[in-house]
């Protein structure tokens, strides 16, 4: 994604000026300011287009000349770039979320200045790091000449200067961005600010926070995924060291070295151990390339390739073959460790059954059927193995739980801000204003529930950019933890107050009774903390106005609306949208409207891809568990096989022996399920935890009841179907081997 | 479905299967033309080379000859745990080469106890509970009545007072007198041993021989593998195996 950043050379800092008409002499002086690699102006506008008979806001992204382009870079992925005017690019973006399908060769009607549309052309369709990010969270980008930008919107110049700088160090670009201001002011004199400075940090790019987060998680299901596999290691070396021990006893009867033989071991280890990295890296390769491409899709907002690592390839080499040693050291210290007196005793069973307090527990569990018994007691017969033969099980079961309780919190607070928003619609704010009867009307649309005003304004604390106001009724359902919501009176009297999501009090330490200075775009302003809302709206870093005082302090007479349908279904929605749009044309409003499903149907999609995505990672560690179940039950059908015998000879059928050994492989599963519960319980908050501290946010943790149920179900499931190859070999025996064998 | 009533094999029942074996004259046991080849590999070992054997109901029977000589494959044959190469084998009135494996166990569960030589118990059962194991396969009567007859069997070995004990807390001689118990627990026509008391001292595998003579008395055909002559001393019939063929058969 870095990689992207770079070839995409996306903006260190952007300076929104209301309009920068430079000459190319102006232009080369600001480029010659120390620290400016590149620096290009471009028109940056809202507007809307007609979809499919509705209109739609849309962000219109000028280039100045897409043929040398060296700021944010717009690149093709299909059809061609524009060669002349009234022709777009459509980001590739807006066609994967749904936003607006359109394709190269379409034509699009782009609302302009005066009201009336213009017809583009689109070329083809690509993007860029930045811009493309706002697809998924805002509206769909398209991409045309900036004079193209300008004569739609009638903006007499560009509005955005986007820069790269050399070195991107915050002192630097601080210092990069006052002389270009200083040049600015020298050269414009009545320049003013549209909108705040953006940087961004070296490293950082639209949605890193959120990649951020989801690269925890990932080392998190590898980290357990490495944990099991360097269990079934070790137990699959103590086996092979156990079914050798007559071998070795043999060896050392007749010279062998305890060295030797443990070096023929290791060898043994890291042969198998060097066989799992190569299927590893054949495996991992295609699957990181998979996860990468998703992940930028899914935070980033472009696609990206990924290139092999070769510090991650050197690496997994030397965890594939330096974790087999150091998991196969136990067995290799007890191979070097038996004696020959110790091998020529060993008879494969434990004969000592019944000694241990453990055993007098176990034959006291109720169990109806003999065989059922049977199989229950002979899980605890290898204490060792069973148990860990039950932890890569356990860890399996903790990862689905954890996953599990974490989907369910994140959905559930995705649904709540969804819901606490409270629109279904959204309608802009456009020429001449929504005004009260405006307000009036859209509730006269039969599929409308109610409307409220609302204002969204852009604002500078601490590198948060956002405030909602609101009316005293509004729909938002907020949550006050401390000091109060505002009144009705400071409401009409557009009085300076703020409430303060939760997360943006903790991280600035602000309390009711403060007051905070925001940097507005007309210069900074006071607000009195009198409430702080716990309510996960912008990830609980909003601020929450007073309607009449954002209006008053950006000089506006008028906000948006939100507005409730009757019910949330598409078709009601988008009905009372054209509804809405008619009524208002008709009494001469302009509107543009947003429809909220879409951006839930998006949020929504995206969480069902990150749970394929967490399946498809949390899938080898139930493969690893199920692994070591298998190899498990496997070796003691083997050390069993007389037993098998002997059962056969005194009238076991083949469902008997089946019945025990599944008796025993659900034991052992159902422990390491035990198991699971309380390490899948801090699994989560764990991650909950990390993401909560990333976030800046609260979440409401949940872990509910009926997770750990499936979890069991699923466990049981898989463990009937993994042991039908083991309980295969058991049914096979014939009885005049079996009782042979030794 | 299966649970099969426990009337049907009482003593008496069987005893009117026995009497019907005499008075026909049909043998309990019949070996024919038995040849048993062992392969490993390229190896071929015939350890069995034309056996002809008949085994009245009611006899006791021992089997001796040197180690090596086919005895344990003999019994083998005869509790159908292995198949011979040729010869046709009839034990209680049934083919058993028309058996497969799965009717094999349950005709074994119901007609044949068997006794092995290291005893063989499972070691996470209780004396009791090994006991009763037959008797669960076979599904015979009620829990209750299963347990009462593991209870009495055990009784007859002399060991009613270590029903709850595991095996590893039992002497070889008690852990053998379970394993006999055991194989006597659904009321076998056939009890075969394989050199039953082979880890057993002098003293106790006499004992061990009175609870098998007892056994016999009671009408229950009883075939064992023995390398002690004066253990073979102690059967009406000693037949002789060297080399895969039977080499004497005297009856006293
Ligand atoms: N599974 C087998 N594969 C190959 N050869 C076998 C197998 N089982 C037995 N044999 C061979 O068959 C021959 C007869 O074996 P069997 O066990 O019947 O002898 P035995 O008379 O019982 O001897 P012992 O007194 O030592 O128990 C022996 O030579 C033995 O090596
Ligand atoms: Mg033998």
Redesign the pocket.
Known sequence: MEERVRSDAMHTARLAPNAADLTPAQLASLRSVDNVAALDTRTLARTEIRIEGRTEGVILVGVADFDNQTVNIVSRTSGTLPDGPNQLVTDSENARTGRFGGSAGDAVEVRTHTGGWRRFTISGSGGTVRYSSEVAQDAPVLYMANTDVQSVMNYPAPNSIDVVAANSSPEAVREMVTQLRSILAAELPNLAYWDVLEVWRAGTWPGSEDFGNFIVVFYVIAGIGLVSALILIFTTMNTMVREQIREIGMMKAIGGAPRSVAVGFLRTALLLGGIGTVAGIAIGIPLSNWLMAFMSDEFGGTHVGSRLSVLALALSIVVGLGGTAAASWPALRRAARITVREAIDDHGVVGTYGLRPLDRVVARIPVAARRSQLGVRNATRRTGRTIATALPIGLAVATMLAFGSVLITAVNEDLNTFDLEGGDIILWNRNPGLDAQAGALIESVPEVAFAHPMVYSSVELDGERYVWGLTATSTYDHDVIAGRWFTQEEADDADRVVVVGEALASKLSLEVGDTVSVETRRGPIDLDIVGIDGQLVNNAQGMFVPFETVLDYEGWTTGHYWVRTADPEPATVTTAAAGIQGVLENNGYEVASSLRYIDRDQNMAENRLIVTVVMAMGLPVVAIGMIGLVSAMTSNVLDRTREIGILRSIGARRRDLRAMFRAEGLAIAILGWLIGIPVGYGLARFILWVFERRFDAAFTFRFPLWTIAISLIITLTATLIVIRLPLRRVVRMSP??AL?YE | MNTQSLASATPGARLLEIERHIISGVPIIQLREIE?V???GRVQ?P??RGVDLEVAPGELMAIV????????????IITGIDRPTAGSVNVTGRDLSRLDEEALAVWRGGHIGIVF?FFQLLPTLTAHENVMLPLDFARLGSVGERSDRAASRLAQVGLSGHLNQFPAELSGGEQQRVAIARALACDPSIVVA??PTGNLDTDTAAEMFSVLGDVNRDGTTVVY?T?DPALAELARRVVS?RD?SVTGDDRR
Do not use: F
């Not at chain 2, 000859?65 to 083998?76: A, E, F, Q, R």
């Open positions: 005049g081997l042979r | 048993k062992y392969r490993s070992y350890a069995l000859g040197p180690s090596g000589s086919g005895k344990s494959t003999i019994l083998n030589q394989d050199e593998v390398h195996i895969g």
